[in-house]
T-cell receptor, first 111, second 112 residues
């Protein structure tokens, strides 16, 4: 089945550690996006990529990094510079009619 | 950044009744798209309905329809014949400049 997969579903990080969240799509979409969701808030854009080997910062990129070496994959690294990383992270790919298809999300908790 | 306002943090509706969720946005763009997404307790984001700003006709999708008022920058969602499965957070989201802008959401409860 076509879709977006994210792993892991739950992730725990110790202070000072970098962690990487995986996002894979088999929808053959060019553009992919990463969002952060905090309680009581909507989704906020971290990074997006419109094509392989290119990506753009969103509204809250500080403390995060991404890569786009393959069309299917858009991993997000939460670095130790991100002071409040506990949140729900959503990855999406962008369809032909400008809709976005979302993965199931990763819940990151800092211990 | 674009501003999206969903003024109703929580709404409730009796099963089989109709409910309308409101959304206003602020953009200087003339060409954009508008979306409603729902997020049930599973937290999976699901597309509900889509509207192109250049179209005057309001979009409909089965029990879901919108009232799009471009001049007022208003984009409300009407859910008819509400069902228990409609209970979720609903997010209004304009898309412009390669970016979505999400509101803070409306939590919809469906009362049996």
């Amino acid at each position: 089945d076509g879709g977006i997969t994210q792993s892991p579903k739950y992730l725990f990080r110790k202070e000072g550690q970098n962690v990487t969240l995986s996002c894979e799509q088999n929808l053959n979409h060019d553009a992919m996006y990463w969002y952060r969701q905090d309680p009581g808030q909507g989704l906020r854009l971290i990074y997006y990529s419109q094509i392989v080997n290119d990506f753009q910062k969103g509204d809250i990129a500080e403390g995060y990094s991404v890569s786009r070496e393959k069309k299917e994959s858009f991993p997000l690294t939460v670095t130790s510079a991100q002071k409040n990383p506990t949140a729900f992270y959503l990855c999406a790919s962008h369809g032909q009619e400008n809709e976005q298809f979302f993965g199931p999300g990763t819940r990151l908790t800092v211990l | 950044a674009q501003t999206v306002t969903q003024s109703q943090p929580e709404m409730s509706v009796q099963e089989a009744e109709t409910v309308t969720l409101s959304c206003t946005y602020d953009t200087s763009e003339s060409d954009y798209y508008l979306f409603w997404y729902k997020q049930p307790p599973s937290r999976q984001m699901i597309l509900v309905i889509r509207q192109e700003a250049y179209k005057q006709q309001n979009a409909t999708e089965n029990r879901f329809s919108v009232n799009f008022q471009k001049a007022a920058k208003s984009f409300s969602l009407k859910i008819s014949d509400s069902q228990l499965g409609d209970a979720a957070m609903y997010f209004c989201a304009p898309f412009t400049g390669n970016q979505f802008y999400f509101g803070t959401g409306t939590s919809l409860t469906v009362i049996p």
